[in-house]
């Protein structure tokens, strides 16, 4: 993950301003670089077994973090001692790491987006630098080089958002983060910035 191109796009935060974000490597954005691929193999379609136009791993990505998270929860990954890791995170990334290519981006809502990468707990930040790396080890036939057009659409609607966020008051949440974890007596992890994200 350490690669030369990620440390340059990612020099500073994209999202959050620098105060706010620490510029490092999660375990959960590694988890989910290690896992993201891993359905694949369950839900290959080639042309002549299924008579698609090219191989195709439709759904891969669900099925992945079905995969990733019955593993780690085998693993016990978030009991082990020293290890600072919040599965239900790195499966959320796993489970939308496809949303760069997937969507129509300049149709996407203000309030998609802001869900997807303005949440509680930086998971946005750690979305965009695993949608950059997928996206840089495609290698297109006609160019030899990767198609980040998606990743950079992402990136200026990103930055509209945040411009938006300074010319005007957003109003305050019904509850914080740590109100939700107490109300449904849950831990942290991605599904409390999706539900702060539905309350908005």
Do not use: C
């Amino acid at each position: 993950m350490q690669s030369e191109a990620l440390e340059k796009r990612f020099k500073s935060s994209i999202i959050f301003d620098d105060s706010k974000s620490e510029h490092s490597i999660s375990a959960e954005l590694v988890m989910a670089a290690l896992w993201h691929d891993v359905g694949k193999p369950y839900t290959i379609k080639t042309p002549a077994m299924d008579g698609t136009d090219r191989l195709r791993f439709n759904n891969h990505d669900a099925e992945s973090a079905k995969l990733a998270q019955e593993n780690f929860e085998k693993l016990r990954l978030s009991a082990a001692p020293e290890f600072d890791f919040d599965p239900e995170r790195a499966v959320w990334l796993i489970a939308k790491h496809h949303l760069f290519d997937t969507k129509k981006l300049e149709e996407m809502k203000n309030s998609t987006v802001e869900k997807y990468f303005f949440g509680e707990g930086y998971v946005g930040e750690d979305l965009l630098k695993l949608g950059f790396a997928d996206m840089s080890a495609s290698i297109r036939a006609d160019t030899g080089e990767p198609d980040l057009e998606n990743f950079d659409i992402m990136v200026a609607r990103i930055n509209e958002l945040k411009q938006l966020g300074k010319d005007r008051k957003l109003p305050e949440p019904l509850l914080n983060g740590n109100e939700v974890m107490e109300i449904l007596k849950m831990k942290p992890g991605a599904k409390v910035g999706e539900i702060l994200g539905n309350l908005r």
